[in-house]
């Protein structure tokens, strides 16, 4: 998998919301095409932070982020959608007074060709969603509406997908589903980047995963090397337990 290029590198990225005071502090981070890649860390480690600099929500003062090749940092969002990457926020991720059919669509916003094609997909990957296609969003559950924000960032076929906490505050089964679900989306060819605070699921199910602590890179590795590292499960993962 690691033949090719990388289609996003991180190289020693310092941002942050205040000035003066980096969240990320030196960050190297780099997912290759078709990749699924787990970041994981104890709260306030920088992982969403991560996530919203290299989707341009955050410009970084320091360092650069390159995305199939080109430099995006200091893009806004809007024009690093129009290059293939979308971002699937933990809060505020779906249109509530809109139907989910017409959720779909506004994931499509960008798009000029027919959407009927795609929306077949979409609801043949969720069935939930299809069942579901005329029910305003905001009355679905928060699986489901996990479910309805991850394929409306799909309706842009993206060659990278972020995706911010998928599995907060989801039940223990939703999270199995919304899990089983990423996996799928990755099989079919498509790089994700999982800043996930369950932690041993998302290593367990990731070809590699980082580890951040205080806005740094500290581990990294495959999913599985991680998983079993003692010295990241005693400071990571409460050892010995299972979250």
């Known amino acids: 998998m690691n033949n090719s290029a990388p289609i996003l590198e991180v190289e020693d990225v310092w941002a942050g919301y205040i000035k003066d005071l980096d969240i990320l502090q030196g960050i190297n981070f780099k997912i290759y095409p078709g990749e699924l890649v787990a970041v994981i860390g ?23 982020i390159n995305f199939k090749g080109e430099t995006i940092s200091g893009l806004k969002s809007n ?18 007074s809109l139907s989910v059919e017409e959720n779909l669509e506004m994931g499509a916003f960008i798009r000029k060709d027919a959407l009927s094609p795609l929306k077949k997909k979409i609801f043949e990957a969720f069935p939930v969603l ?36 998928p599995s907060a505050a989801l039940s223990p089964l939703l999270v199995t589903n919304v899990f089983e679900q990423i996996k799928q989306i990755n099989q079919g060819g498509t790089a994700i980047v999982l800043v996930e605070q369950n932690a041993r699921k998302a290593l367990a199910m990731a070809h590699r995963g980082y580890v951040l602590d205080t806005g740094r890179d500290r581990f990294t590795g495959a999913g599985s090397e991680l998983l ?15 979250h």
């Open 42 to 64: 104890p709260n306030g480690a920088g992982k969403s932070t991560l996530a919203k600099a290299i989707f341009g929500l955050l410009t970084p003062h320091q360092g650069k």
């Open 79 to 96: 024009q690093i959608v129009k290059r293939g990457m979308c971002y699937v926020p933990q809060i505020s991720n779906v249109f509530p």
């Open 130 to 165: 299809a069942k579901r296609r005329s029910q305003r969003a905001g009355t679905l559950s928060g699986g489901e509406r996990q479910m309805l924000a991850m394929g409306k960032a799909l309706m842009l076929e993206p060659s990278l997908l972020l995706l911010d906490e």
């Open 228 to 242: 079993n590292d003692p010295k990241v499960a005693e400071l990571y993962l409460g050892a010995g337990k299972h």
